[in-house]
């Protein structure tokens, strides 16, 4: 997708994404989707499957972007806001559906 010099692509990653808080494994995936949005860093969506959830709690932040549409968060014990989705994204994004975003990641 490409809107007045913006671009956002979404591909399937071979990557293995591990997201670590205090030491503990929160998240580890070998199927991210990648997301490469111009101005920002890349970005690893993760399958729900792959996140553990138990340890996340629902927030009240939303964010709109005008390019992805609007996004939910979830907060780990001493991190708020850590992670997010697009439960209902734009069209041109429509693969990231769901999938967990975060700040901290490493790529192994």
């Known amino acids: 997708?490409?809107?007045?010099?913006?671009?956002?692509?979404?591909?399937?990653?071979?990557?293995?994404?591990?997201?670590?808080?205090?030491g503990r494994v929160i998240a580890e995936s070998r199927r991210p989707l990648v997301l490469r949005e111009t101005g920002c860093p890349v970005r690893y969506y993760l399958p729900p499957a792959d996140v553990r959830m138990?340890?996340?709690?629902?927030?009240?932040?939303?964010?709109?972007?005008?390019?992805?549409?609007?996004a939910s968060y979830w907060?780990?014990?001493?991190?708020?806001?850590?992670?997010?989705?697009?439960?209902?994204p734009k069209?041109?994004?429509?693969?990231?559906?769901d999938h967990l975003c975060f700040y901290e990641t490493e790529v192994v």
């Not at 010099?5 to 591990?18: A, Q, S």
């Not at 907060?75 to 209902?88: I, M, V």
């Open 54 to 70: 138990d340890l996340l709690s629902p927030s009240d932040t939303h964010t709109y972007c005008p390019f992805k549409g609007t």
């Open 91 to 97: 069209a041109e994004v429509a693969a990231i559906k």
């Open 1 to 22: 997708m490409t809107t007045t010099g913006h671009r956002i692509t979404v591909e399937p990653g071979t990557e293995h994404v591990r997201v670590l808080h205090g």
């Open 75 to 88: 907060s780990l014990a001493g991190a708020k806001d850590a992670a997010w989705a697009y439960p209902d």
